[in-house]
């Protein structure tokens, strides 16, 4: 059933649909509350909204007739527009999206009614405003959830106008008492938008979102407590600081996946505190995911060995509360732990960990293909490392196929973990060209493209392309103090020694104006002989030495002090 926008129809209909009512009856009064107690924020004003949710459902069950029931929602329906966002809220941050979805069954009317506001008549009902927003808001997560990002980021931007717009009101009015629970509703939808454009790519415009979200939240505790919506201050302090911990765990997030992983490492912490005060179980167990896929990818056995001990605790939590996403995040970074210690067994058997949902292929097709393709990219990498070259190929190609045009980030590595096995496999031409490919993506993490120019590197060296090789490590430098992976930074520097030996050996420079000039290549070929017999004959005759290379004594003094002229030569 759903209500038009014109409340003088005589057809209106009530804001719960069928669909809802039918699922409040599963719903346990208790264990809802339980849910919220684990949320890490539950106090008086979610009691009071759960309260209203349960309360107007009993109403309308106890009603018999249509119209008495549809007067029961008419009557309440701000406060069971807001109760049922905060039942998906908190459905939501426990990982059941399912029962986050069934919550919020009645988006068309939202949507209807949404377009009945305006910058002129917002003030009119302020408090109607406020409850549409936040259901809207809920519904913008859910669309997210199942990968319609740029749906979700539309329905944000919306309500973001909507409660500028009416913070602006009531600022110009003096109304500061309304401000703070306005300003927290704007903190979510900043940080929602935020989340919405790290889907998409925009790690920029999310930094800028999840930027003004921090401001929202820091200047909601400059007001003073008073507001008849929120009578206890604590409410606005423990909201507050929940949310201003999870932009940060998000800002850590996009940080880490640019291969910032010392600043991403810090955000994390710092959120992993906030958390902790609140005691948010799913919160913290989330942080330390993200701290342990930074420690993996230090060098030291140490940290590795500690990043699998938070990720055995954190992939447990998300087993043991059934959350869906999360569990299979956590399971795949512990795998790639298993994977960096050197344990293939235990990282194949981690892989086969399963939690019975739908979860791992919850979204639209592009998210299906990016967590399928990230399960044969990481069974390409335990096979490279375990020296099946052939399956690790194979693997490779398949991850390939599956990101199809999308995955970008990940379509590097893949690109990079073929090249690894095609040089080993001593197909230089070929891991020549996958090593490009990859590069060719622009991946934004510094650490994939060193990896992917460090496969180049070798390829042209064991191809004897030295001065392509030193070209291309010329280019790496350039970025290699962005290089924060301890396995790159490993290979960067057994790269760096044997090009350095290389220098010393006859090639024509990538960066030489005439690189076909006979004057100029004779007179490196001449610089090259007399290095190498001067270096193996340092104590015979320059006659002797001269007989060596082939030519008359005085060629070869000659030689010497053309070379010197041109400073090719040392003493």
Same mark, same amino acid.
């Given at each position: 059933?759903?209500?038009?926008?014109?409340?003088?129809?005589?057809?209106?209909?009530?804001?719960?649909?069928?669909?809802?009512?039918?699922?409040?009856?599963?719903?346990?009064?208790?264990?809802? $509350?339980?849910? +919220?107690?684990?949320?890490?924020?539950?106090?008086?004003?979610?009691?009071?909204?759960?309260?209203?949710?349960?309360?107007?459902?009993?109403?309308?069950?106890?009603?018999?007739?249509?119209? +008495?029931?549809?007067?029961?929602?008419?009557?309440?329906?701000?406060?069971?527009?807001?109760?049922?966002?905060?039942?998906?809220?908190?459905?939501?941050?426990?990982?059941?999206?399912?029962d986050s979805r069934d919550c919020l069954t009645d988006w068309e009317f939202v949507d209807r009614e949404l377009a009945c506001f305006s910058q002129k008549n917002t003030h009119r009902d302020m408090h109607r405003v406020m409850a549409l927003s936040w259901y809207a808001l809920m519904y913008s997560v859910k669309e997210h959830r199942e990968g319609r990002h740029s749906n979700a980021q539309r329905i944000s931007g919306r309500i973001n106008v909507l409660v500028d717009i009416v913070i602006d009101q009531l600022r110009?009015?003096?109304?500061?008492?309304?401000?703070?629970?306005?300003?927290?509703?704007?903190?979510?939808?900043?940080?929602?938008?935020? $989340?919405?454009?790290?889907?998409?790519?925009?790690?920029?415009?999310?930094?800028?979102?999840?930027?003004?979200?921090?401001?929202?939240?820091?200047?909601?505790?400059?007001?003073?407590?008073?507001?008849?919506?929120?009578?206890?201050?604590?409410?606005?302090?423990?909201?507050?600081?929940?949310?201003?911990?999870?932009? @940060?765990?998000?800002?850590?997030? &996009?940080?880490?996946?640019?291969?910032?992983?010392?600043?991403?490492?810090?955000?994390?912490? @710092?959120?992993?505190?906030?958390?902790?005060?609140?005691?948010?179980?799913?919160?913290? +167990?989330?942080?330390?995911?993200?701290?342990?896929?930074?420690?993996?990818?230090?060098?030291?056995?140490?940290?590795?060995?500690?990043?699998?001990?938070?990720?055995?605790?954190?992939?447990?939590?998300?087993?043991?509360?059934?959350?869906?996403?999360?569990?299979?995040?956590?399971?795949?970074?512990?795998?790639?732990?298993?994977?960096? @210690?050197?344990?293939?067994?235990?990282?194949?058997?981690?892989?086969?960990?399963?939690?019975?949902?739908?979860?791992?292929?919850?979204?639209?097709?592009?998210?299906?293909?990016?967590?399928?393709? &990230?399960?044969?990219?990481?069974?390409?990498?335990?096979?490279?490392?375990?020296?099946?070259?052939?399956?690790?190929?194979?693997?490779?190609?398949?991850?390939?196929?599956?990101?199809?045009?999308?995955?970008?980030?990940?379509?590097?590595?893949?690109?990079?973990?073929?090249?690894?096995?095609?040089?080993?496999?001593?197909?230089?031409? !070929?891991?020549?060209?996958?090593?490009? %490919?990859?590069?060719?993506?622009?991946?934004?993490?510094? %650490?994939?493209?060193?990896?992917?120019?460090?496969?180049?590197?070798?390829?042209?060296?064991? $191809?004897?392309?030295?001065?392509?090789?030193?070209?291309?490590?010329?280019?790496?430098?350039?970025?290699?103090?962005?290089?924060?992976?301890?396995?790159?930074?490993?290979?960067?520097?057994?790269?760096?020694?044997?090009?350095?030996?290389?220098?010393?050996?006859?090639?024509?420079?990538?960066?030489?104006?005439?690189?076909?000039?006979?004057?100029?290549?004779?007179?490196?070929?001449?610089?090259?002989?007399?290095?190498?017999?001067?270096?193996?004959?340092?104590?015979?005759?320059?006659?002797?030495?001269?007989?060596?290379?082939?030519?008359?004594?005085?060629?070869?003094?000659?030689?010497?002090?053309?070379?010197?002229?041109?400073?090719?030569?040392? !003493?």
């Amino acid at each position: 059933m759903r209500i038009s926008c014109s409340q003088g129809a005589a057809d209106q209909s009530g804001c719960l649909s069928e669909t809802l009512r039918g699922q409040l009856d599963n719903f346990e009064k208790d264990g809802l $509350r339980e849910l +919220a107690a684990k949320s890490g924020d539950f106090d008086e004003k979610v009691k009071v909204e759960l309260d209203e949710l349960f309360g107007v459902a009993g109403l309308m069950r106890n009603h018999k007739t249509r119209t +008495a029931i549809e007067a029961v929602q008419r009557r309440c329906q701000n406060q069971l527009l807001r109760a049922s966002a905060v039942a998906a809220d908190l459905f939501d941050r426990q990982g059941k999206y399912d029962d986050s979805r069934d919550c919020l069954t009645d988006w068309e009317f939202v949507d209807r009614e949404l377009a009945c506001f305006s910058q002129k008549n917002t003030h009119r009902d302020m408090h109607r405003v406020m409850a549409l927003s936040w259901y809207a808001l809920m519904y913008s997560v859910k669309e997210h959830r199942e990968g319609r990002h740029s749906n979700a980021q539309r329905i944000s931007g919306r309500i973001n106008v909507l409660v500028d717009i009416v913070i602006d009101q009531l600022r110009r009015r003096c109304h500061f008492q309304l401000v703070p629970v306005w300003l927290l509703l704007r903190g979510r939808i900043r940080y929602a938008l935020g $989340r919405h454009q790290q889907s998409q790519g925009n790690d920029k415009d999310a930094e800028k979102s999840l930027g003004e979200a921090l401001e929202a939240f820091s200047e909601a505790l400059e007001y003073p407590a008073g507001s008849p919506e929120t009578k206890d201050r604590s409410v606005i302090s423990r909201t507050a600081t929940y949310w201003t911990a999870q932009i @940060v765990v998000a800002l850590g997030r &996009s940080s880490i996946a640019q291969g910032h992983l010392q600043t991403g490492y810090r955000q994390v912490m @710092v959120a992993r505190t906030l958390l902790s005060q609140i005691d948010d179980q799913v919160g913290l +167990a989330f942080s330390d995911y993200l701290i342990a896929s930074v420690l993996r990818q230090r060098l030291d056995l140490d940290s590795k060995r500690r990043a699998i001990n938070l990720l055995l605790s954190a992939v447990e939590k998300f087993e043991e509360i059934r959350h869906e996403r999360y569990f299979h995040r956590g399971r795949y970074e512990l795998a790639k732990c298993y994977l960096a @210690v050197g344990d293939l067994t235990e990282a194949e058997q981690t892989m086969k960990r399963r939690l019975e949902t739908k979860a791992l292929y919850r979204g639209d097709e592009r998210t299906q293909r990016r967590w399928s393709g &990230s399960s044969l990219l990481l069974q390409a990498r335990i096979c490279l490392d375990g020296g099946d070259v052939e399956n690790a190929m194979m693997r490779a190609n398949e991850a390939l196929e599956e990101f199809g045009e999308n995955s970008y980030d990940l379509k590097a590595q893949a690109w990079a973990v073929l090249g690894e096995a095609l040089l080993q496999r001593r197909l230089l031409d !070929e891991a020549i060209k996958s090593a490009w %490919n990859g590069l060719d993506l622009k991946p934004a993490d510094p %650490n994939d493209r060193a990896w992917l120019r460090l496969v180049l590197c070798r390829a042209y060296c064991e $191809r004897g392309h030295v001065d392509s090789a030193q070209r291309v490590f010329k280019e790496l430098n350039e970025d290699a103090s962005n290089i924060e992976n301890g396995t790159v930074k490993s290979l960067y520097e057994e790269v760096k020694k044997r090009l350095d030996q290389e220098k010393g050996s006859f090639y024509i420079r990538y960066d030489e104006s005439e690189k076909l000039s006979y004057p100029e290549l004779s007179l490196k070929l001449r610089g090259f002989l007399v290095r190498n017999v001067r270096q193996r004959m340092r104590n015979r005759s320059q006659e002797e030495q001269a007989e060596a290379l082939g030519i008359k004594k005085q060629t070869l003094a000659n030689w010497v002090t053309e070379l010197r002229a041109a400073n090719q030569l040392d !003493e």
